[in-house]
């Protein structure tokens, strides 16, 4: 099993600024696996925020580009998202997700691109003015 554990969320007024973590219990999967972020408003869908693969490319929402910046530490098994100048639209639960899954030989392995099997519980992040 692949668990994701978040943290690093909270309150913050508009234009600052909060890093979020994602834990990974599995190193294989966190080093070998697209990894990416999904936030969901009260009342909106969970939408894609920013993905990064295993070799460091990322890829971010138009409404995050340029004010967020996704990494991994690999040595830690972690995911981070720096948020810098923080609206308030960006008030979320921010979800850390794997692009994996369990298969019916009972491994767990890399999917495509944005088919995320494993996903944490959530952060809230609250923007206010």
């Known amino acids: 099993q692949v668990q994701l554990v978040e943290s690093g969320g909270g309150s913050v007024q508009t234009g600052g600024s909060l890093k979020l973590s994602c834990a990974a219990s599995?190193?294989?999967?966190?080093?070998?696996?697209?990894m990416g972020w999904y936030r969901q408003a009260p009342g909106a869908e969970r939408s894609l925020v920013s993905t990064?693969?295993?070799?460091?490319?990322?890829t971010y929402a138009d409404s995050v580009k340029g004010r967020f910046t996704i990494s991994r530490d690999n040595s830690k098994n972690t995911l981070y998202l720096q948020m810098d100048s923080v609206k308030t639209t960006d008030t979320a639960v921010y979800y850390c997700a794997a692009a994996a899954r369990r298969y019916s030989d009972g491994g767990i392995y890399c999917t495509d691109d944005f088919d995320f099997g494993y996903w944490g519980q959530g952060t809230q992040v609250t923007v206010s003015s």
């Open positions: 599995s190193g294989f999967i966190f080093r070998t696996c697209k």
């Open positions: 990064i693969d295993n070799f460091g490319a990322a």
